[in-house]
């Protein structure tokens, strides 16, 4: 799917909530955590699955690991475990949303970029971005897939430049 699909969906999905504001730049993301205990959580039980079950119990360790490493992230930080962000000029817009194809229906949150501070830490497979509320030192922990498809990366910098004064 293309970014320009992804912000079409979001920007209907801002229309519909009655919101007049132009989205520029639209990707998903996974609440922070996820990508990495997701992985530990696969290799540690692909270890123990290997240890009891040969091959078999390995396969199967790995996949409750990861499942159960995902579900651990998930429920430790309060937000959906999948998310499309729309960003306009003036705000961000968080939703939950697993399928980047269709318009989601929850809106998590709208927070303004006046007074936001955006910092963006790369990791090996992942970007982690940080919304930091400057006056209640409120903080929106993310991390995007560095992979294409998710277009963490429009979303990154979009709220990185400052275009949106000009």
Request: glycine fraction near 14%; proline fraction near 3%.
């Amino acid at each position: 799917m293309s970014e320009e699909q992804m912000v079409e969906i979001i920007q209907q999905a801002v229309r519909d909530r009655g919101i007049d504001d132009e989205i520029v730049a639209a990707g998903q993301f996974m609440p922070r955590g996820r990508t990495g205990k997701a992985f530990l959580g696969g290799f540690v039980g692909s270890e123990v699955g290997g240890d009891l079950g040969g091959n078999l119990g390995s396969a199967v360790g790995l996949a409750a690991g990861y499942m159960a490493g995902a579900h651990a992230s998930d429920s430790g930080s309060g937000l959906p475990p999948f998310m499309l962000l729309g960003v306009s000029a003036t705000q961000v817009y968080g939703f939950a949303g697993r399928s980047r194809r269709e318009e989601p229906t929850d809106l998590v949150f709208q927070v303004p970029r006046e007074g936001l501070t955006v910092k963006v830490h790369a990791r090996v497979n992942v970007r982690i971005l940080e919304l930091i509320d400057e006056a209640t030192d409120s903080h929106i922990e993310l991390e995007g897939n560095r992979i294409g498809w998710s277009h963490a990366k429009d979303v990154v910098r979009a709220l990185v430049t400052h275009d949106h004064e000009d």
